[in-house]
């Protein structure tokens, strides 16, 4: 005891200092078995993709000789042709452009709207209990209820891709409205009151105020909206009626044969399917890695 | 946001109602190798009339299930006649053909073969339009090459493997991997040619959940001399590496000739011809038994017509289904897709490479695989599978008669 005035001084003074300068060496000394480790990782995202692109310029007859690996030779582009004309790609991209740009829009939208109402009333039962109906939705995957689905989006004449847009955006809802109230409640609530002495409306404090701050969230519940719509097979192919208002996923359906394979065509397909993702992302990829790591942290 | 939901509604309303006053009929379709084909004679059809427009949804199986519940299913369907499809003819859930010219010109040894699959009593719901006969495809040239016949009887097709074997040469190229192959190639063929199935069929129907070791007929009784020639055969005769092998590898190297015999259907033809046009091929039934009487060839209803209860254009939909079944059309879809015509007035099939069962399939020597018969709830092709990759065939088939009269005490 008598000891410690005397020597933790140093101790507290050397050892943050050198906990530092051993922080900055490993940052700036690549550390060789992670590296290794996700470079390996990155060949599982790599090594399907090479087989994608390689595939999708292959003929039909060297795309089913067994050889995934093989460079395509000759070089074709008639997988890309059939499969821009079998799956009308055109039309099929457009809708599946619309159903994305509808479900991302409206989640980001009635997420923030139900996570501002619950938050700032969380005080009162109603909106408490609001909250939990909400989220047990992600409870209730889709297949589940998907027959009264189809027959209540039939009867109310809703087996269009509007029907899906708002299907779709109920069940994204839950997993938004969680994040979104997760997020809100790190808003000082202080903020608000300023605004509301300064004389603003609870609409304006929500537009000018809330809202902005709630863009990172926003960009995390948009990336997962997008992933889920676009991506999204079951639903369209149950819910929208007529086939020429298929989005492209459910197009592609027509390549899954059990008795024939048409690997370049459909590889092509596919391929002409991930591009649009694949340019959002090469754009956003700065928002889209800080946006999924606070869905990460938050969720 | 409004705009994008406005214009989703927009074209939706436009395509709802026609131009014209025309009448719309939705036209389920999604056999993917017919599809250029049939889009054809859909459009030839358009063009020919005013009054109907018929649309083509090629979606798939999963959007017309959905489209019966909800209660616009397609107008007409011309659908692989699988147990799946069967559902909606056993639950009367399609309209009666039987005063139909099409429903009158079926074989009746055909007719006998659609209703083993599904029928609503009273009803003639499901016209046939193109069926499968499958069999042994077989690669001419090896078989010319060894001065070798095709066999006729078990005993006779031992003495060809051992001969092909001998030399040096796969006799059965197996791609046990895909279960689907195992069941609709080995178990269906092995079962097929050594059991009088319709029998053994109404004898399990008799028994009700009656379906044991003890019973009069079972699978354990009656399938296992087949099973366990079939054992031979794959084990002994096949390819070593046959348990890692999909049906693509297998297409493939009887492209190249690297097997003589391949346990496929003549859907694999066309397959087989994207690496080798030049193959020369055939088909032949697979001998289980030594009395070549026995010998039958496996066929399935691979496409039929039905028109839902729920249609509201049941009569455009019976014009097109009269239009589709013009000897012409129906004929020429057949000939390209190595398929037999399923009517009295049909034209031949003439391909070398499956003529080689046509005189079975004429004659009515011809079973339903069971691995199509049996309900789905029982998983034959893993079954057969498990089978194949060394589980015992006693225990396998003990296995299936258990779940036999387990779904038979549900029914």
Same mark, same amino acid.
Request: overall charge positive; aromatic content about 12%.
């Given at each position: ?8 001084? &140093? ?44 595939? /999708? ?17 000759? #070089? ?6 059939? /499969? ?27 997420? /923030? ?13 109603? +909106?408490?209990?609001?909250? #939990? ?11 589940? &209820? ?16 509007? @029907? ?6 109920? +069940? ?10 997760? #997020? ?36 995390? &519940? @948009?990336?997962?909206?997008?992933? %889920? ?40 397909? %596919? ?5 649009? /993702?694949?340019?959002? %992302? ?8 800080? @946006? ?8 | ?10 074209? $939706? ?34 063009? =020919? ?27 007409? !369907? ?21 005063? $139909? ?11 006998? !073969? ?24 077989? *690669? ?97 005769? =096949? ?41 020369? !091929? ?67 099939? *003439?391909?070398?490479?499956? =003529? ?25 092709? *893993? ?13 396998? !088939? ?14």
């Amino acid at each position: 005891m008598t000891a410690l005035p005397v020597v933790p001084p &140093v101790a507290v003074g050397k050892k943050p200092r050198s906990s530092r300068r051993a922080d900055r060496a490993t940052l700036q000394r690549p550390n060789w078995p992670v590296t290794i480790i996700l470079a390996i990782c990155t060949l599982t995202v790599l090594i399907p993709l090479y087989v994608t692109v390689s595939m /999708a310029f292959k003929s039909t007859s060297q795309a089913v000789d067994g050889k995934a690996f093989s460079l395509p030779h000759p #070089f074709s582009v008639e997988g890309f042709k059939q /499969a821009w004309t079998m799956t009308n790609t055109p039309v099929g991209l457009g809708i599946s452009a619309v159903i994305t740009a509808g479900v991302v829009l409206l989640t980001i939208f009635l997420a /923030a709207f139900a996570s501002y109402a619950i938050v700032s009333n969380w005080d009162r039962r109603f +909106f408490r209990y609001t909250f #939990f109906y909400v989220l047990a939705a992600m409870f209730i995957p889709f297949p589940v &209820v998907a027959l009264p689905q189809v027959r209540l989006t039939g009867l109310v004449h809703l087996d269009n891709p509007l @029907g899906v847009i708002i299907l779709a955006t109920m +069940f994204q809802l839950a997993f938004s409205v969680l994040l979104f109230t997760t #997020f809100l409640r790190s808003i000082p609530h202080e903020l608000e009151e300023s605004a509301h002495i300064d004389g603003a409306t609870t609409w304006q404090t929500f537009w000018q105020l809330i809202f902005p701050l709630l863009a990172p969230m926003s960009a995390t &519940v @948009g990336i997962f909206a997008f992933l %889920y719509a676009w991506n999204d097979f079951m639903m369209p192919s149950l819910i929208i009626s007529n086939a020429d208002h298929q989005s492209l996923p459910v197009r592609q359906n027509i390549f899954q044969t059990q008795f024939a394979n048409n690997y370049n065509v459909s590889f092509a397909s %596919y391929l002409m399917a991930m591009a649009p /993702a694949v340019i959002v %992302y090469i754009f956003t990829q700065r928002w889209v890695m800080s @946006g999924v790591t606070q869905g990460a942290v938050k969720g | 946001m409004a705009v994008v939901a406005a214009a989703a509604l927009a074209g $939706t309303a436009l395509a709802g109602c026609s131009a014209s006053g025309q009448q719309r009929i939705v036209f389920a379709f999604n056999k993917r190798e017919g599809i250029p084909y049939m889009q054809k004679v859909v459009d030839d059809y358009n063009a =020919s009339q005013k009054k109907v427009h018929v649309v083509m949804d090629t979606s798939g199986i999963g959007t017309t299930a959905a489209g019966f519940v909800r209660g616009n299913p397609p107008d007409l !369907l011309l659908a692989n006649f699988n147990n799946q499809a069967a559902r909606y003819v056993t639950h009367c859930a399609t309209i009666d053909l039987s005063e $139909t010219a099409e429903a009158k010109r079926v074989r009746p040894a055909v007719k006998t !073969l659609v209703d083993g699959v599904g029928e609503c009593p009273g009803r003639t719901s499901a016209v046939p339009y193109s069926i499968m006969a499958a069999g042994v495809i077989y *690669n001419k040239q090896i078989f010319a090459r060894y001065n070798l016949e095709v066999p006729q009887t078990y005993d006779e097709l031992i003495e060809v493997c051992k001969t092909l074997k001998a030399h040096g040469i796969i006799p059965f190229y197996g791609t046990f991997f895909d279960s689907w192959t195992v069941s609709q190639g080995w178990f269906d063929y092995a079962a097929g040619g050594s059991v009088d199935l319709k029998s053994f069929f109404n004898g399990l129907d008799a028994q009700g959940t009656d379906v044991g070791p003890d019973s009069a007929v079972s699978f354990q009784k009656n399938f296992l001399p087949g099973m366990q020639k079939m054992m031979v055969l794959a084990r002994t005769y =096949s390819n070593a590496d046959a348990n890692s092998r999909i049906y693509g590898d297998g297409n493939t190297a009887m492209a190249q000739g690297k097997g003589a015999m391949y346990l496929q259907g003549p859907w694999a033809f066309s397959e087989i011809a994207k690496t080798n046009p030049k193959a020369q !091929l055939g088909t032949f039934p697979l001998p289980m038994t030594n009395d070549p009487k026995n010998l039958k060839v496996a066929v399935n209803v691979d496409l039929a017509a039905m028109i839902p209860e729920q249609s509201s254009h049941q009569q455009a939909a019976k014009d097109f289904m009269s239009y589709l079944f013009q000897p012409r059309i129906i004929d020429a879809y057949n000939a390209s897709q190595l398929g037999y015509g399923p009517l009295t007035d049909s034209a031949a099939q *003439n391909d070398p490479r499956v =003529s080689g069962v046509q005189s079975y399939y004429q004659s009515g020597q011809m079973y339903a695989g069971p691995s199509y018969v049996i309900p789905q709830a029982i998983p034959i092709p *893993n079954l057969a599978q498990s089978m194949i990759l060394g589980a015992d065939p006693k225990g396998v !088939l003990a296995v299936i008669d258990a779940d036999w009269a387990r779904f038979a005490r549900r029914q």
